[in-house]
């Protein structure tokens, strides 16, 4: 349960801390002690340097215009970056090099890749991911979103929901139901739309936070050129699977070390706001810190077993559930020993809703509260903890499957 580095990675790995060290400012303290101005000034200058540098997709081959880095260079790196407190692109690049641009290099065809990858690179094309609808969330393969061939185009008419990004981006990747009498996981088609035309509407969702990241998506006869479609017509539900497998080795990497750096700063709070001697306090603090331990050593797992050259099954959930668990009940602590002072925010709040506030954020009320209310979420997106414990009991543990319904949009899409 030991990721094991060779001497050959230790180098790389001093390669990259080098390469920090060169391109960083001095007295780098980490993302999150920029304002929202310049954390996006600097991230987008920060994408240029990674560009030049063949380190934005690092992990794709240099004939698409990667560095052809290794899985356990990528991850490497990865951990390196997330200690610096920098990132490894900007917010759509998530969508668009780790899901998309990986997804069309192992399932697209050679003009697919000539087109799309260079231009996600470049910047040119800004992805989002259109996967999720009201009724086929937790559900994925129950998706109603139709796809109608219509001489060389596809038509598209349905919704997307918790479209993450989406008010930026100019590009989606889509599920959506090409033939609505397959059983529920076939007759699914893997489609990149357009999103720069009349019958593509994107409408933000205000959080709880009082930020919008997320969004709904919908589609009116939206147009889909024929070529567009990644893998198979039909056989999409493959393509989905390759897609959500690609995050997974690097958040096994790198999802420790956020934690461990956010504890760093909730002991800081708790000496600053004179709570670090209760006893109360303390044991809440050990129990947090005992949690993030745990944290390392199941990321450790996953990640050996990536390394190793295995995929990450089933047994991920544990890993995603115990997060976002911790995380719900870590930021409620942050409140508590803010105390009075939780009730009125000063600072800034987080810049990205996800996950921890970034490296460098300062221990003020703006930034607990902010990822306080940011936790709520977490138990939600990228699959419910009570997804995660499903797939626990049926798939690790072997337990009895849960009854399930047989209709849903995709069977009462109209025709």
Known sequence: MQPTYTA???TFREKIQAFLAEHLPANWKGIGALDAEAAHQFSN????????????????PEAYGGAGLSELEGVIMAEEFAKAGVPTGTANDVFGIQMVGN???QWGTEEQKKHFLPRIISGEDLWCQGYSEPNAGSDLANIGCKAELDGDE???NGQKIWTSAGHLADWIFVLTRTDPEATKHRGITFVLCPMDQPGVEVRPIKMISGEAEFNEVFFSDARVPKENVIGEVNGGWA????????????AAATTPVAFKTELDRLLALAKQEGKADDPVFRQRLAWAYSKVEIMRFLGMRTLTKFLEGGHPGPDASIFKLYWSEYHRLSTELSLDILGADAMQIEGKFPSSAFSTDQPGAPNDSGSWIGTFLNARAGTIYAGT???QKNIIGEMVLGLPKEPKADGGPW?????
Do not use: C, F, H
């Open 45 to 60: 200058e920060w994408r240029v340097i990674l560009r030049d540098n063949k380190l934005l997709a690092a992990s794709w």
């Open 154 to 156: 596809w038509i598209l």
């Open 385 to 387: 903890s009570q997804v």
């Open 103 to 105: 997804t069309i290099i």
């Open 8 to 10: 050959e990675a230790d």
């Open 239 to 250: 393509v989905a699977m390759t897609l959500l497998g690609y995050e997974r080795g690097e």
């Open 411 to 415: 069977k009462d899409t109209p025709k």
